[in-house]
């Protein structure tokens, strides 16, 4: 126990008088209530609609069978600087413009002009064509069926009375424009399919549009009416042959097949009354407006072909896109994605073909030497010289082959009778 001198002096030390000291107010820092972080803004500026030049004179025309000519950096970037990627960029742009608050059931197929009737009677032909060449037992494999190597020479068989039902006369220039057309469906020698199929399919569309037969009057029925048959076209050809994803990032990926639905579907509802990006997490809402727009019809397909619930699980990339402010942001990001992801991939683009009607850029595809490679692609993933590997697939430049997240009923439940989809897990 301290005695009474020890505490006397603890009580008078100077320290012990500082310390009980009333603190000044007065040089007390001010309190200001916190403010809430600001949202950082994209610093990719939103990619503007190009002009769309009018149909060269193609009378005197010099028609050839597309090649690739992107074999290397320096080809890609010769590319991106290039009248030609203006000329995707605008012909894409322009498609999405059209539709712009426009509902699927507001272009009639019947007020269309001929070409645009023809065309689907093309797609229909195609996937009766698919019922000829059923799929192979390949018990319960999940992987590319190799009937669709079977379809695709079935398919090339075709190709010249299918394009000349659309005014395409020219031997020469069938030649050209089909080679986009049988791209368009998936890789043949390795059974997959991806974006860079999906932009041939609007590259041949672009050539029809080179020859004067498809003029922006049309866009709106291109993209309402031509294009989701395209897509329930190839959600058949997918259903049958198992077409692995080309390039797939998985469950990062906005999603394993596809992208341009999502563009076009998100200028049909930029400016909608009720109908918000979060809508997407609403079944009434995608049983309801599906068929009227082709952004809510993908996100309902996905959907149907998981078997574990909610988008942020299965497709974090659409759940975080869901929280956007509104359409208009939605639809200025998939502007973005296609000229960064798309155009602006080595990988994906190293597989695009120039031709005639879609020129190549002097100097491009002279800084390697590639193999010799027809349309469907037999040589384009061996290894060599002007063939180019993804950093971010592990090595493989169109992904580690993976199986379909869409298979058909017929292998999976054999003898059940059950014709529908299955569920199948996401991974």
Wanted: net charge negative; proline share 8%; aromatic share 10%.
């Amino acid at each position: 126990m301290p005695s009474a001198t020890s505490i006397s002096i603890i009580s008078n030390s100077p320290l012990h008088e500082k310390d009980c000291q009333t603190p000044d107010v007065a040089h007390l820092p001010k309190l200001t209530p916190r403010r809430r972080q600001r949202t950082l803004e994209n610093p990719l500026p939103v990619p503007e609609t190009p002009f769309l030049p009018s149909p060269p004179d193609t009378s005197k025309a010099s028609f050839t069978k597309p090649s690739r000519q992107i074999l290397s950096t320096h080809d890609h970037d010769l590319f991106l600087r290039f009248s030609t990627k203006d000329l995707v960029l605008a012909f894409v742009f322009s498609l999405s413009e059209s539709v712009a608050d426009t509902e699927i059931s507001a272009v009639k197929r019947e007020d269309q002009l001929p070409v645009i009737r023809d065309i689907l009677e093309v797609l229909s032909s195609i996937s009766d064509l698919v019922n000829s060449y059923p799929p192979k037992d390949q018990g319960t494999s999940r992987f590319g069926n190799p009937a669709f190597q079977d379809f695709i020479d079935g398919l090339e068989s075709y190709l010249p009375s299918y394009h000349k039902t659309l005014n395409v006369n020219d031997p020469a220039a069938i030649r050209e424009v089909s080679t986009y057309l049988l791209e368009s469906f998936g890789s043949r020698a390795r059974i997959d399919y991806g974006s860079g199929h999906e932009l041939n399919f609007l590259i041949w569309l672009l050539c029809l549009n080179r020859l004067s037969l498809l003029d922006p009057q049309t866009f709106p029925a291109v993209t309402l009416l031509v294009f989701p048959a395209y897509i329930h076209l190839l959600r058949k050809i997918q259903s049958t042959y198992y077409l692995e994803p080309a390039g797939s990032h998985g469950v990062w990926g906005l999603d394993d097949y596809q992208f341009l639905p999502f563009l076009f579907g998100a200028s049909q509802l930029l400016h909608h009354p009720y109908i918000r990006p979060k809508s997407i997490h609403n079944e009434f809402t995608l049983e309801e407006g599906a068929d009227e727009y082709i952004y809510l019809d993908m996100v309902r397909w996905t959907v149907a072909t998981k078997t574990v619930k909610g988008l942020k699980w299965t497709q974090p990339m659409l759940d975080d896109i869901s929280g956007a402010k509104n359409w208009e942001k939605v639809e200025q990001g998939m502007r973005r994605m296609f000229v960064k992801e798309v155009l602006g991939k080595l990988p994906i683009m190293q597989h695009f073909m120039f031709g005639s009607l879609i020129p190549a850029a002097e100097g491009m595809g002279v800084d390697d030497v590639a193999p010799e490679t027809d349309a469907r692609g037999e040589d384009m993933h061996k290894e060599g010289p002007g063939h180019v590997h993804r950093d971010d697939v592990w090595g493989d430049c169109c992904g580690i082959k993976i199986p379909s997240t869409v298979v058909a009923a017929q292998e999976d439940r054999k003898g059940s009778g059950d014709r529908g989809l299955r569920r199948i897990p996401f991974d």
